[in-house]
């Protein structure tokens, strides 16, 4: 048993750690996508039917452990189309269907049959039209809008000559221009008169502003005026202060008799008195 449990091993003078590294990772993502065309998954079927074999009855949305095989066409050169394959629970025989994205449906391919194939309400089972598929639905909604550019256009058989076509669309994008330029002008005219309108309501503003300032003016000088008009004159304070006192007073407020009173006014406007007083 002690041989079993060697710890030494051995290493290539050539021997890199992380080249070695990168190329297990390398090799162990091939193993895991080699057989991606062939997977095995788990699946429910997408209707009922019968196995050929041993006529089991097989429900639909059963659930069964199948493969997934990728196949090599597609449907308009870029949807995937798939093979699905179970075993029948019953006698293990192939049974294998497809996905059919043309119709939004399953076909079925070997080992098994559909047990009624459903029909739009739009069918009846008397009818022998076939069904529009997806193919003739693309190709009638292209012709019915290469019609209506037609029509617009003006062009009405396909048989027209290039050149009309293309003389009928130069025509059109001189107009527009012409259109655009005559728009552009009616614009600018449109800008000058509302300036124009603008500086003339601001004068007139201006204007009357002016007269109604110089109206208030008057009227206060007015005013002014009539306030003075109406105002009594004022007296002269230096005649109305000049109070003459006779020369002689001989009765007193003391009861004393002056006698020989004089009075006069100074230069600085007050009143002197002079006299002998008498006993």
């Known amino acids: ?18 080249e070695a590294e990168k190329l297990s990772r390398k090799m162990a993502k091939n193993l895991k996508t080699m057989n ?12 009922s039917m019968r196995c050929l074999e041993c ?17 090599k066409e597609k449907y308009l050169d870029s949807i995937k189309i798939y093979r699905l394959t179970i075993s029948c629970p019953r006698c293990a025989n192939s049974i294998a269907f497809r996905t059919d994205p043309g119709n939004s449906d399953y076909v079925m391919e070997i080992g098994g049959v559909r047990n009624y194939i459903p029909q739009k309400p739009n069918d009846s089972s008397n009818s022998k039209a076939a069904v529009e ?4 639905t693309l190709q009638r909604l292209v012709r019915e809008k290469e019609m209506e550019q037609n029509e617009k256009m003006g ?42 309108a603008e500086i003339i309501s601001r004068s007139k503003h201006s204007q009357k502003e002016g007269v109604a300032m ?22 002269d304070n230096n005649k109305n202060d ?20 004089s009075s006069r006014t100074n230069p600085l406007g007050i009143v002197v008195k002079r006299g002998r007083s008498l006993k």
Request: charged fraction near 40%; proline fraction near 7%; charge should be positive.
């Open 155 to 196: 062009i009405k058989d396909k048989a027209d000559d290039k050149m009309d076509l293309l003389e009928k669309r130069l025509a059109k994008i001189q107009q527009e221009q012409e259109d655009d330029e005559e728009l552009e002008n009616l614009r600018k005219r449109n800008l000058e008169m509302s300036q124009r």
């Open 55 to 71: 006529n089991e009855y097989i429900p639909k949305s059963r659930k069964f452990n199948g493969k997934k095989e990728l196949l």
């Open 242 to 261: 000049k109070k003459r006192t006779p020369l002689f007073n001989p009765i007193s407020t003391k009861g004393k008799i002056l006698k020989k009173n």
């Open 1 to 18: 048993m002690s041989e079993r449990k060697a710890i030494n091993k051995y290493y290539p003078p050539d021997y890199n750690p992380l």
């Open 133 to 136: 598929t997806v193919d003739e």
């Open 36 to 47: 991606k065309s062939h997977a095995s998954i788990r699946l429910m079927t997408p209707f």
């Open 214 to 235: 110089a109206d208030d003016l008057d009227s206060l000088v007015e005013q002014a005026f009539d306030k003075h008009r109406q105002s009594p004159s004022k007296p």
